[in-house]
């Protein structure tokens, strides 16, 4: 039996550690509130997958929509504004 290999080295410029870069863990600590608020809203959400909403259920979904809007305009606010936060 004959095996097929690739002739030459590997293609990649560089090798992948399997480690986040510095530049994609701080855009990571810029979008935590947004991410804190998509995981409330989802919560939220799931709470509410095998019965009706109840006053208090919609409520908390209607608070979370608004938090998740909140953050995704202060987020895009700053990165409008040339923030040096924002890359």
């Known amino acids: 039996m004959k095996h097929i290999v690739a002739l030459q080295a590997v293609v990649t410029a560089t090798a992948f550690d399997g480690e ?5 863990l701080d855009a990571i600590e810029r979008e935590m509130p947004l991410i804190r608020a998509e995981v409330e809203l989802l919560d939220a959400q799931i709470t509410t997958l095998d019965r009706a909403p109840s006053q208090l259920d919609a409520r908390r979904i209607r608070r979370a929509r608004r938090r998740v809007l909140a953050v995704r305009r202060e987020l895009t606010n700053r990165a409008g504004a040339g923030s040096p936060e924002v890359a």
């Open 20 to 24: 986040p870069s510095p530049a994609e």
